[in-house]
């Protein structure tokens, strides 16, 4: 059974950083594409970053600068490592794998 795990959201003041963690089962992690999207109230879901199974990166630019997506192949994992938050970066944050399994996701709120 193919799962995704996000854990890392919660609360934090604007500035502040936060690392989100999404671990895989089930699926040939080091060979597929893994991304975090972000769903806001009200708002359509949004691809915020992207890694290949080689390494390659983009990002949405409202991010670019701030987010940096990282795997670890050994650990089936890829991260988000988020800095310099900002109030409209509150939303739900989903872990994406081969553009087809989604995780459960989780809250990221920014206070200002």
């Known amino acids: 059974q193919v799962q995704l795990v996000e854990s890392g959201g919660g609360l934090v003041q604007a500035g502040g950083s936060l690392r989100l963690s999404c671990t895989a089962s089930g699926i040939r992690f080091s060979v597929i594409a893994m991304a975090w999207y972000r769903q806001a109230p009200g708002k359509q879901r949004e691809l915020v970053a992207r890694?290949?199974?080689?390494?390659?990166?983009n990002y949405a630019d409202s991010v670019k600068g701030r987010f940096t997506i990282s795997r670890d192949n050994t650990k089936n994992t890829v991260y988000l490592q988020m800095n310099s938050l900002k109030p409209e970066d509150t939303a739900v944050y989903y872990c994406?794998?081969?553009?087809?399994?989604w995780g459960q996701g989780t809250q990221v709120t920014v206070s200002s």
């Open positions: 890694i290949t199974s080689g390494g390659s990166t």
């Open positions: 994406n794998g081969a553009g087809s399994v």
